[in-house]
């Protein structure tokens, strides 16, 4: 199938269909609105909605919005986006975890009762220093003997906003001497106040992550709640949570691997940054790693879900090359996207034979092996273009395009052969004088063998388009990861390749001044590009982004 590849989480979960232990199993996927998804995220939506699709189940969409300060209604607008756009629909309505405050509050004032919470009035660095290290056994809190009744006012007051922000907590009442830091008595609420996204001022006090993550999956009927494996240490603090409270239902945690992409960033926090500090134009710039920059770029939701599917699930590290995604994304365009040819750096040819002010037109396919793309004509004229690259004076051994004195074949065309090279006062190449050879349109020449075929387009019917050139964000694999001579990392945004964005002006087949925006195409022999989904606009100059170049560059 599409979506999942065969993997533990997978074997797990036919596991618990065949023993009865579900009958049917419900997913969720549970974005914090703090930023636009990643390709990280993809990866989480592929498998999450994936699993659902493969058995017959259910995939809710969550937001986790704990953290009021750092969440918005245009990050909640445009992750809803990028899941349907990348192919997926939620069961019912989008979910917020903020939603079930009132529940989560009732559970607490639940735990308090039965002596298994309480507030708390530690000083973060005192909470920090009572917390104890790895090898080292924390210390109770002051505060740990609180009187239930003690703790259910002094809650209520939280509530009430009777104290200042931070001053106050609530803490589980598990164990400080464990092994496992997360179980030290983790704090579940705080006081803040801040304006919540979908609460507004109701609240001046917010439930913690993970105490919220586990009901909220409780409430919703979860059976497989997935999360990346940093959360591993977490899942002991999640059971008990839902082992101490009435639990609507008994989900279980499992913890996959991140993605992490070379010569790129897998962060929101990161990715905030360089939009903040300029960096790029936007969450969704065409070079950012984000699903909306992707679908920018002109990456296809298939080829996002094919990438997904080949970089698997496991709980192994998963680092992946940018190579492995552009290759899933050519793998689907090139049946995906039709063609035309487009002239990004014109070098201009006279056709010394043919007649001036004629026009001659040929039928051309938009896709070599599927015609339901149609067709055009392309249209030829005694001045042409063809890219600088395609002509060599001085060829070197295996040239098989154009040189003064040989031949080529234009793509849809005749053969030319060049016969006189024009060059400026400087020396520079300006113009190619060529001759047609009338009788080779959809055959060879009589008696000898024309090996190249190069893209061209006809100078007087070519439309001028902006076309933006896009290349990797990051000059090396790991820009977060890279140590200064003191030892401490550089910051990430010392390694922005400078190149990673041209813009040039360049000539194309006249299809393409009746696009509408995200309209993918193959520009033979040069690469997959795609009308910008907003700076494109019809009736005006077209505007191509590049997505990805064809695997060896240009073909020799
Ligand atoms: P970030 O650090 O970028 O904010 P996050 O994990 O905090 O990432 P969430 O919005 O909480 O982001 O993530 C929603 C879901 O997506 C979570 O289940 C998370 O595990 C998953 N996810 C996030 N990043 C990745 C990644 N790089 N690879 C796989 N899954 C990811
Ligand atoms: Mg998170
Ligand atoms: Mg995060």
């Known amino acids: 199938d599409q979506f999942a590849d065969n993997h533990f989480i997978r074997t797990i979960i036919e596991d618990d269909l065949q023993s009865g232990k579900h009958t049917a199993i419900q997913t969720r996927f549970p974005p914090e609105p703090n930023g636009y998804l990643h390709i990280g995220h993809a990866k989480s939506i592929c498998l999450n909605f994936g699993l659902a699709y493969v058995f017959d189940g259910k995939c809710n969409l969550r937001f986790d919005d704990t953290n009021p300060e750092k969440e918005n209604q245009e990050y909640v607008d445009s992750i809803k986006e990028d899941v349907q756009w990348l192919g997926f629909q939620w069961q019912g309505e989008p979910r917020y975890a903020s939603d079930y405050f009132d529940q989560l509050f009732d559970y607490a004032v639940g735990l308090i009762k039965e002596g298994k919470a309480y507030v708390c009035d530690l000083t973060p660095e005192e909470m920090r220093e009572y917390r104890g290290t790895l090898t ?5 809190s002051p505060y740990r003997d609180r009187t239930a009744e003690e703790n259910l006012d002094l809650f209520m007051k939280m509530r009430d906003g009777a104290f200042p922000d931070g001053s106050k907590t609530l803490r589980l009442k598990i164990d400080m001497a464990s092994g496992n830091i997360n179980m030290r008595d983790p704090v579940i609420y705080r006081i803040r106040r801040a304006h919540h996204h979908n609460t507004g001022d109701k609240w001046c006090i917010y439930p913690m992550y993970d105490y919220t993550h586990a009901i909220s999956d409780a409430i919703e009927n979860i059976t497989h709640s997935l999360c990346t494996l940093e959360f591993e240490a977490h899942r002991p603090l ?14 279980r945690q499992y913890e996959f691997s991140r993605l992490e992409l070379l010569y790129s960033i897998t962060s929101k926090r990161k990715l905030n940054q360089l939009v903040s500090e300029n960096h790029v134009s936007g969450w969704d710039d065409p070079r950012m790693p984000t699903i909306s920059g992707m679908r920018r770029r002109g990456y296809t939701p298939e080829g996002l879900r ?5 970089v698997g699930i496991s709980k192994s590290e998963n680092i992946v090359d940018m190579d492995v995604l552009e290759g899933a994304i050519r793998e689907d365009l090139e049946h995906a996207a039709p063609r035309l040819m487009v002239v990004l750096n014109p070098l201009k040819i006279t056709l010394t034979n043919f ?21 055009r004509e392309v249209p030829i004229s005694s001045t042409i273009y063809i890219e600088q690259d395609d002509f060599a004076e001085e060829p070197p051994k295996g040239w098989k395009r154009l040189t003064l004195g040989g031949e080529v074949r234009l793509r849809h065309g005749y053969v030319i052969k060049c016969d006189e090279v024009v060059k400026d006062e400087n020396g520079q190449i300006i ?10 349109l959809g055959k060879n020449p009589e008696g000898r063998k024309v090996k190249g ?3 061209w387009v006809s100078a007087e019917h070519a ?18 990861a890279v140590r200064g001579d003191d030892g401490e990392y550089l910051p990430f945004t010392d390694f922005i390749n400078p190149q990673s964005k041209q813009e040039i002006t360049a000539f194309a087949e006249s299809v393409v001044n009746d696009l509408p925006p995200e309209s993918r195409w193959q520009f033979e022999r040069v690469g997959y590009f795609v009308t910008d989904r907003h700076d494109h606009k019809q009736g005006q100059m077209p505007v191509f982004n590049r997505t990805v170049t064809l695997k060896d560059g240009f073909q020799k």
Do not use: M
């Not at 439309?463 to 977060?480: G, M, S, W």
């Open 136 to 140: 080292e056994a924390g210390k109770n």
């Open 306 to 310: 094919l990438f997904a599917k080949r």
């Open 355 to 375: 007649e001036q002010g004629k026009t001659q037109s040929r039928t051309a396919a938009f896709h070599p092996n599927n015609d339901s793309f149609g067709e």
């Open 238 to 251: 999640y059971d008990w949570v839902l082992d101490n409270i009435p639990s609507p239902s008994q989900p």
């Open 431 to 440: 113009e190619l004088k060529c001759s047609i050879d009338h009788d080779t």
């Open 463 to 480: 439309a001028p388009i902006k076309v933006r050139l896009y290349d990797r964000l990051f000059t090396v694999e790991r820009p977060d």
């Open 453 to 455: 075929v190069i893209h």
